[in-house]
Structures are given as structure tokens and as C-alpha cells.
T-cell receptor, first 115, second 117 residues
Framework: KAGVTQTPRYLIKTRGQQVTLSCSPI?????VSWYQQTPGQGLQFLFE???????NKGNFPGRFSGRQFSNSRSEMNVSTLELGDSALYLC??????????????FGPGTRLTVL | AQKVTQAQTEISVVEKEDVTLDCVYE???????LFWYKQPPSGELVFLIR??????QNEISGRYSWNFQKSTSSFNFTITASQVVDSAVYFC??????????????FGRGTSLIVHP
């Protein structure tokens, strides 16, 4: 079975731009969660989607948004990029609803650099 | 105050030594979930274990064991006879219900384990 895939793997943007990251979960998994990892703040939860509905949401500004499609693929969008948005963005999928309280499988991440 | 504290930033051991990674958490919920993840140099987080607040049984999986103690709000992780392949950053995490009833996971800052041959 293919693992969680994230595209692109690396991205460079400038301040003020917007960016869209993509995540394809493991086949059959309907829960997709997103996390941000930075040296300063560590690993932080962004949001979780299950069956196209946002189930859980972390404490991030509205510039961070996401969505999930009927095939369970998910995208997250960051608008009006700031230097502090430079991070590794990780996606995780789970077989169960409420993936954040169950076993999750992580992708390799997208490394976003904001200049 | 941090909800998940991993006081050990970095631990260095020699192969075959036993090592314990500490995790102390803070929550007011009666229902919560605790996790350990491994992040090897490749960067991909790997799920190791999940425990819910009602199950204080310790668990052993091969060279790995976990000690969950509600009385001290700790969920420690021990690797027996460490190997070089165990070198990674280990994260402890807590998922508890937020004000809206949804679950919010909080991660510790991680412990970097270096196992020397």
C-alpha cells in the first residue's frame, strides 16, 4: 500500500504570496490532519478533516485554511505569507474518525521557505 | 505552562545501553490520549503507541516499553539495549478535548536520542 504523499516536497515563496499544499492519504483513510513544525514552536496541530468536514482545529489564524475532497485528498492553503510561516508542513492520515486520537500515518512533509 | 514537557532535550548513549525518555503532561480532562512518535533523520513521523486515560497498563513491544502513571501525570518511554537505528527525535503528545469539544493534540518539544556504536 502506498504511504501518505505530499506535494510539492519543497517550496519557496515570498512574503505576501499565497501557497497551496497537497496531501494524498493512504488508500481507504478518510481522516487527514495537518501539522506545522518549526524550530521555534515545535510541532503544532493545524486542523483535521474527515469525510470533507473539518473535525478539529488548532489555534492558527484564519490565513491558514484547508479542505478535503470526496476522494479524501486534502489541500491546505496559506494566504498572505509571512516569514514566520517558513516551516515543515506535515500531513497525516488515519483510518478512524478523530484521527488525532488514533494511529496516524505521516507523510514526508512539504518544506516551505518564505523569503 | 506547557501541557507536555519533555525535559530531556538530548540524550546520548552507547549502543546496548538502556535509555528512558521522560514525558510529563498536564490536563484537566478525564478523557485524553497520550502518544509517542519517532522522527528519524529522514523527517517522517512514525507512530509508536497510543494510550487512553482509562488504560494505565504498561506496555512492552520488543525492546520498547511504556510506563503510564496517572498519579504523576507521566508517560515514560524506555528503550532496552539501544541500537544505532534508534537514533531519532522522539515526541510525546497529548490529545484532549478543546473548548468546542474537538480534540486538539499538543506535542512536547522532543528528545533527541543519539546512540553511538
Amino acid at each position: 500500500k502506498a504511504g501518505v504523499t505530499q506535494t510539492p516536497r519543497y517550496l519557496i515563496k515570498t512574503r505576501g504570496q499565497q501557497v497551496t499544499l497537497s496531501c494524498s492519504p493512504i488508500s481507504g483513510h478518510r481522516s487527514v490532519s495537518w501539522y506545522q513544525q518549526t524550530p521555534g514552536q515545535g510541532l503544532q496541530f493545524l486542523f483535521e478533516y474527515f469525510s470533507e468536514t473539518q473535525r478539529n482545529k488548532g489555534n492558527f489564524p484564519g490565513r491558514f485554511s484547508g479542505r478535503q475532497f470526496s476522494n479524501s485528498r486534502s489541500e491546505m492553503n496559506v494566504s498572505t505569507l509571512e516569514l514566520g510561516d517558513s516551516a515543515l508542513y506535515l500531513c497525516a492520515s488515519s483510518l478512524a474518525d478523530q484521527g488525532v486520537v488514533n494511529e496516524q500515518f505521516f507523510g514526508p512533509g512539504t518544506r516551505l521557505t518564505v523569503l | 505552562a506547557q501541557k507536555v514537557t519533555q525535559a530531556q532535550t538530548e540524550i546520548s548513549v552507547v549502543e546496548k545501553e538502556d535509555v528512558t525518555l521522560d514525558c510529563v503532561y498536564e490536563t484537566r480532562d478525564t478523557t485524553y490520549y497520550l502518544f509517542w512518535y519517532k522522527q528519524p533523520p529522514s523527517g517522517e513521523l512514525v507512530f509508536l503507541i497510543r494510550r487512553n486515560s482509562f488504560d494505565e497498563q504498561n506496555e512492552i513491544s520488543g525492546r520498547y516499553s511504556w510506563n503510564f502513571q496517572k498519579s504523576t501525570s507521566s508517560f515514560n518511554f524506555t528503550i532496552t539495549a539501544s541500537q544505532v537505528v534508534d537514533s531519532a527525535v522522539y515526541f510525546c503528545a497529548l490529545s484532549e478535548a478543546g473548548s468546542g469539544g474537538s480534540y486538539i493534540p499538543t506535542f512536547g518539544r522532543g528528545t533527541s536520542l543519539i546512540v553511538h556504536p
